[in-house]
């Protein structure tokens, strides 16, 4: 069975740190790009940050030189570490996989066939 599942969601405060996690199983962890993507209340879910099978990573303007994202191979794991945290960074993360093929587009959400429940992030001022 394919799945996703996220941990490490928190309530902190502005200037607070998180990481994130998602484990992941039923597929070949380092194949295949695996991202980050968020939703606040009443806006559209948007990728945070991006990381391909070979490494690469990309952010999202709003996120870049705070959050780093990185995968462990061995132990099939997606992680989030945001620091600098701000209220407008609260929302619910989603963890999410790209089994379709690789694509220039990496923060297109309609490529990452793969998510997972979501965690729950919420930054107080």
């Known amino acids: 069975q394919v799945t996703l599942v996220e941990s490490g969601g928190d309530s902190v405060q502005a200037g607070g740190s998180l990481r994130l996690s998602c484990a992941a199983s039923?597929?070949?962890?380092?194949?295949?790009?695996m991202g980050w993507f968020r939703q606040a209340p009443g806006k559209q879910r948007e990728g945070v940050a991006i990381?391909?099978?070979?490494?690469?990573?990309s952010y999202v303007h709003s996120v870049k030189d705070r959050f780093t994202i990185s995968k462990d191979n061995k132990q099939n794991t997606l992680y989030l570490q945001m620091n600098g945290l701000k209220p407008e960074d609260t929302a619910m993360y989603y963890c999410?996989?790209?089994?379709?093929?690789?694509?220039?587009?990496?923060?297109?959400?309609?490529?990452?066939?793969?998510w997972g429940q979501g965690t729950q992030v919420t930054v107080s001022s």
């Open positions: 999410a996989a790209n089994t379709k093929g690789p694509s220039i587009y990496v923060f297109r959400e309609s490529n990452y066939n793969l």
């Open positions: 039923g597929f070949t962890f380092k194949t295949y790009d």
């Open positions: 990381i391909e099978s070979d490494g690469t990573t």
